[in-house]
């Protein structure tokens, strides 16, 4: 037999949670000394071991004491329950970590966060969802809605998306130079390219989406990230300059 301290040394847990564990009938000790000090046998360390693999895997003490102690209980069953649990809560973390990088997004376009905006947007997208299917569906073609995919998504950390956003955020940043200065042509030019990296050369299905873009009616019947009316006119005039200079 082995005491309380030279169990706590050779698992890591603490007297305090043994002691825990005796309290709710999860882990009582082999035996006890005169002093009252408890003391364990092979099968408790054994039993500890399960207990704490359990606890890995997202079972509840409560949960682990009724498997433990029903030798004959169905362990699919509880498995199988714990698995959907634990899809449910990836789901739930995915949404947080989507939330989150759309708020870094949202920083680095605007340089703050309107919480209030961000909620309701998130809000919005989600229940909508359906509609907003249909809705692109009946604007493009099904070889165009596999083009949809390569949109950048605001709550998205992919090189991509940042990569759109970070030219966004410059030609903001830069707007009160006007349509012609070379910081914001460099821009339209980074801009352009990207588009013909992500789209190819499909200038109608392209042209579809700026016209949605330029309408916010249409754009939150799409589901995207609303910008405002400025800065759309102001880089449609500049993509002006740009393909003018180009010719």
Do not use: C
Request: no cysteine; aromatic share 8%.
């Amino acid at each position: 037999m082995i005491t309380i301290k030279e169990l706590t040394k050779q698992t890591g847990i603490t007297v305090r949670t043994m002691r825990y564990y005796d309290q709710i009938g999860l882990l009582h000790p082999a035996a006890k000394t005169e002093g009252g000090h408890r003391l364990y046998e092979e099968e408790e360390i054994k039993k500890l071991q399960e207990i704490q693999f359990l606890k890995t895997l997202g079972f509840s003490l409560q949960e682990i004491k009724e498997m433990l102690s029903d030798e004959n209980r169905d362990w699919s069953v509880g498995l199988q329950k714990q698995l959907a649990y634990i899809s449910k809560e990836k789901e739930r973390l995915e949404e947080i970590e989507g939330t989150l990088q759309g708020l870094l997004n949202e920083i680095m376009l605007q340089g703050s966060i309107d919480l209030t905006s961000i909620k309701n947007l998130i809000q919005l997208y989600q229940q909508n969802l359906d509609k907003r299917k249909v809705y692109l569906n009946h604007i493009f073609d099904e070889n165009e809605s596999e083009l949809l995919e390569n949109l950048p998504n605001i709550n998205s950390g992919s090189p991509e998306t940042l990569e759109w956003i970070a030219l966004l955020a410059q030609l903001k940043k830069h707007m009160p130079k006007g349509i012609s200065s070379p910081e914001i042509q460099r821009i339209v030019k980074r801009i352009h390219e990207k588009e013909k990296e992500t789209f190819g050369s499909n200038e109608e299905f392209v042209k579809k989406l700026w016209e949605i873009r330029k309408s916010p009616q249409k754009s939150e019947s799409a589901g995207f990230y609303p910008i405002d009316s400025d800065t759309l006119e102001f880089l449609e005039k500049a993509f002006e300059v740009y393909l003018k200079d180009t010719v």
